[in-house]
């Protein structure tokens, strides 16, 4: 058996949808990739900034509030400090902290790198992500492969592609990663 890994890169930060004081609508909004720390006597509040696609109005996605600076590790304080790109990058890649912060979440354009399974060839194709990615498995197999939504259901239905762990192919998505099995 042939063994393939798929890495899910996405293309850009996901795009969130917000109500917009300043527009009066629901609006996208982009990521900054800028921290605001505001410091409140002995504790700490700490947010990810994004700014309205129309009008650069801005909203903060709540990271910590009212946290003792002892209570966070020495590094990732520094990283909130300095706008470090990656921790503001995990952040913003983050869907459940953004909906925890009352986001929609719109999901970002990807591309998927990797081999192709020979056809007739049995494969293990390992797709892996760095961030939790809530894509339905299908759309990224269908992409990869450019499939029609008729062929893949085909294929899935004749246990031509199926998942290792037995999950429903038509429904299930990726989170974090999976192993597929092509036939």
């Known amino acids: 058996m042939k063994k393939i890994i798929w890495k899910i890169e996405p293309l850009g930060l996901p795009l969130v949808l917000r109500h917009c004081k300043k527009c009066g609508k629901t609006s996208e909004f982009s990521c900054s990739g800028q921290f605001r720390v505001n410091a409140q006597r002995k504790y700490l509040d700490i947010w990810l900034i994004y700014k309205c696609a129309k009008c650069d109005t801005t909203w903060n996605a709540a990271v910590y509030s009212r946290v003792s600076p002892q209570a966070l590790n020495a590094n990732l304080l520094e990283g909130f400090y300095s706008n470090e790109e990656g921790l503001a990058r995990q952040y913003a890649m983050d869907f459940r902290f953004l909906k925890g912060n009352g986001a929609d979440v719109l999901r970002p354009s990807c591309s998927v790198l990797g081999d192709i399974p020979a056809s007739g060839e049995v494969s293990e194709v390992e797709i892996q992500s760095e961030y939790p990615f ?28 199926r998942s290792s762990a037995g999950q429903d192919l038509r429904k299930c998505r990726l989170k974090n990663g999976m192993v597929l099995i092509f036939q």
């Open 134 to 161: 809530p894509v339905k498995v299908s759309t990224l197999v269908r992409d990869k492969l450019c499939l029609s939504q008729k062929d893949y259901l085909e294929r899935v239905t004749e246990g031509k592609i």
